[in-house]
Structures are given as C-alpha cells and as structure tokens.
C-alpha cells in the first residue's frame, strides 16, 4: 500500500515492554530471547514489520502501587526506570532495525532509513516518585508523553476509576506539574473514563491536539439498538470516522495499546494487522490525505508543536510552588556555622 511506504504508521500505545518484563523478566540477553518470534503477546520485530509501523510509542508501565507511602513510590519508580532502561536495551540490540525518537525528525529519518522508530510514554504520574527533579530526568531520557494518572489517584490529580475523588481534578501540585511539563515538552495526556464525550473532542480541537483511538475490544465495539457489537476492523475504523467527521480528520491518530490486552478486536489481533485498518478506512472513501494524517502526520504535528512551544518556554527557570522537590536537611547546625564562619573568612570580613 503506497500510503504506508509515503508517510510513517505511528502506534501511540503498546506495552510490548511488559510483556518483557513478565515473561522474561527483563534478561533480553537470555539466548532464549527471541525479538523475531515471540511466543506470547501481540508485538515482535517480525510482526511489527509486517504490519508497516513506522514509529512505536512504547509504554513504560508500571501498574499503580497499593499504596501512596514513600516506600512504595520509590519501588514505582525504580520498576519505570527499569522499563525506560529495557527500551533503551531493545534499541541498542536491534540497531539496523530500530531507531531512537523523540520527535518528528528523528522519527522521519528512521523511516527514511527504512527503520522503526522507538518513543516512550509512561502511564501516570504515579510513577514519578513525586518528584519535579524525575520529571525532568524522564524527559531527557526520552519520554515524550505522561498520562497524569492510570487506574488510581495520586498527590497530583484524581483518576475516574475510583468511586471517591481525592482532589476533586488537579491538585495545587498537579497544576504546577502540568506547568512543568509543557514548560519542558512532555505531553500531558488527559485522564478520561476511556471513550470521551464529544464535548472533550470539540476542547481537544481548540487546543490543536490528537486523540489515538484505542483497540481494546470492550471499548472499541458499537452500540446498535442498545446492545454492544463485538468489535472488529470495521468498528474501530467507524470510531476513528466519527472522531474525524465530528472534529476533523486533522484530530485523530491510533493508539491500539497492543499486549495491553489478551486478544484483540476480530481482523486486528496484533500489530501485523495495522494494513487492514488503513485498507478499511481507505475503503470507506476517507481521503489519502486524511488517512495519512491519522495514521501518522497528526502526531508527528503534535510532537513538532510540542516543541516549538518549549523551544520558546525552556530557557525559562522553573519557578513557583512545588517546582522543586523538598529534600531533607543534610548538614547540623554545628556543620552549618563551620561553612558560614569559613566563608566569612574567604571574603575577608
């Protein structure tokens, strides 16, 4: 299909790394560790060529702690930080073949190099440590995308999972971690009961933003008559169509969340299926511009805006409330006079 070799096939979502972490328990050097043929789960190298992905957000989860206590927060955060490290591994093993992204243009020179391109988003600012200072490290490791939270709350926002808001939206924190983030160039991403209203769609079109349609069968059927359908090809591509005629076809993309799931809607399994969703769109007389758009350009947009809106707010320092952790006090009073009095003698007084 020309399409898929004009312009890169981005996934926003799959956490392939997961199931790394479950079957192999992170060891990718195991000899048993085979990228090409994996005997579990939706995604390997030879599947996802198949199936034309030009680019790949890949997601560092880790599922929400059982409680919001320091000791857990660091356990959460060290599992992220081995997730991130693990997609660096994978890169770095597959050279000829994957490719490190962080924004539209190095995602074009994969494509160009005919290799596929690997982002990272991470699941919720749970996983952070509470920590501005790991935000900012995240970022220079790549991640380009945080959802502000998952299934759970955190010190930052409520999540719709529980029955109980704890903040009622955004904390005083939160507010000042969705600062930073834009201020630094990770993408927030809104947390929602899954499917949004079309009141969000119309918010996200102002905002010049990109909403990737999930795969997962319980959310990617129809309603016909009062009862769910199951959900197949056909379905997902109506949801990306209603996306698309309600708000533009410059607002949509897809975010599959492959080996998030067990088995995957009927005619879209794992990620070697992705041409029969741009078959079916084209099918539905949707336009080459516009397919190429959802597939790929409205995301690659988004991360250029992305950019260009923190090349201008970078160089700003990170100032207000909260910006910066709170760290315990690491000298005495006896060791806090010796450097007063030390200094004072050095400038002469």
């Known amino acids: 299909m020309d399409i898929l ?29 085979n990228i090409e043929e994996m005997p579990i789960g939706q995604t390997d190298l030879s599947r996802l060529e198949k199936g034309c992905i030009g680019g790949q957000f890949w997601s560092a989860f880790v599922p929400c702690p059982k409680e919001n206590v320091d ?27 994957l490719a490190f992204g962080i924004d539209s243009a190095s995602v074009w020179r994969a494509f160009h190099s005919r290799r596929i391109s690997c982002l990272i988003g991470v699941e919720g600012l749970h996983q952070i440590g509470g920590s501005f200072s790991v935000l900012r490290l995240f970022h220079r490791m790549g991640v380009r995308y ?10 930052f926002v409520d999540s719709s999972t529980p029955p109980t808001p704890l903040h009622y939206g955004l904390s005083k924190r939160g507010e000042d971690m969705v600062k930073e983030m834009n201020r630094i160039g990770i993408y927030a ?4 009961p899954r499917n949004v209203t079309d ?8 905002n010049n933003g990109v909403i990737m349609i999930c795969f997962l069968p319980s959310l990617s059927g129809m309603l016909k008559a009062g009862h769910q359908t199951s959900a197949n090809v ?10 698309g005629e309600k708000i533009g076809y410059e607002y949509v993309g897809i975010g599959s969340d492959f080996d998030g799931m067990l088995e995957g809607p009927a005619g879209l399994d794992d990620v070697s299926t992705f041409p029969k969703l741009v078959a079916e769109l084209v099918a539905n007389g949707i336009s080459e511009a516009d397919v190429k758009r959802i597939i790929g350009l409205n995301i690659l947009r988004v991360l250029d805006e992305v ?43």
């Open 146 to 155: 945080i959802t502000l939270c998952h299934d759970c709350h955190n010190e």
């Open 199 to 206: 009141d969000v769609l119309e918010a996200l079109k102002l």
């Open 234 to 243: 056909q379905t997902v591509a109506a949801h990306v169509m209603y996306v």
């Open 71 to 97: 000791e857990t927060k660091l356990a959460v955060l060290r599992d992220t930080l081995q997730q991130i490290d693990l997609i660096h591994q994978l890169i770095q093993q597959n050279p000829r073949r």
């Open 189 to 192: 991403l809104q947390p929602h």
């Open 307 to 349: 950019g260009h809106y923190t090349a201008r707010e970078e160089c700003l320092p990170a100032t207000g409330y909260g910006l910066w952790d709170e760290v315990q006090e690491i000298w005495t009073d006896v060791q806090r006079a010796m450097l007063i009095r030390k200094g004072s003698e050095r400038r002469g007084n």
């Open 5 to 33: 070799q004009e312009v890169p096939l981005i996934d926003g979502h799959n956490d392939f790394p997961y199931i790394l972490r479950g079957w192999y328990g992170m060891n990718i050097h195991d000899p048993s560790f």
